[in-house]
């Protein structure tokens, strides 16, 4: 059973954006199974990195997007990005070094930022980035 399910109320209605953040959903899913399977450190540690390096990506996309449109609510968007980032950096820190495992607290708090996040932030640069014609 998924942690979480994609849902017509994430969509940002820009379908590359959509895309990543299904496949951000999809990661996170992952990492649910490979935990509640009791995987192993290394494949958790893989799906872990990958998670990171796609939130990367993806908030590169975003970023590049708001830059190019001029979105008035960027730099406040971009410390949001940049915070996500510093923590699960952190978290992935705390795994290697065999100070955390991955639980249900991990698994819960980074469902509750994904979508608070696409509901709560990435929301508000809808209307803008539409008005673009950014679809």
């Excluded at 995987?39 to 708001?66: D, W």
Aim: aromatic residues 10%.
């Amino acid at each position: 059973m998924a942690l979480l399910n994609w849902s017509d109320e994430y969509s940002v209605k820009i379908k590359s954006i959509d895309q990543q953040h299904s496949k951000l959903v999809d990661l996170i899913n992952q990492l649910h199974s490979a935990m509640k399977d009791g995987k192993g450190k290394e494949v958790i540690g893989k799906v872990i990195s990958e998670l990171i390096s796609y939130t990367q990506v993806h908030f590169a996309h975003e970023e590049s997007l708001m830059l190019k449109y001029s979105y008035p609510g960027y730099v406040k968007h971009k410390s949001f990005h940049d915070e996500l980032v510093k923590q699960v950096l952190e978290i992935e820190k705390e795994f290697k070094d065999g100070k955390i495992v991955i639980s249900q607290d991990v698994l819960n708090f980074l469902k509750k930022w994904l979508v608070e996040h696409i509901v709560g932030t990435d929301k508000l640069y809808t209307g803008f980035m539409n008005s673009k014609g950014v679809a």
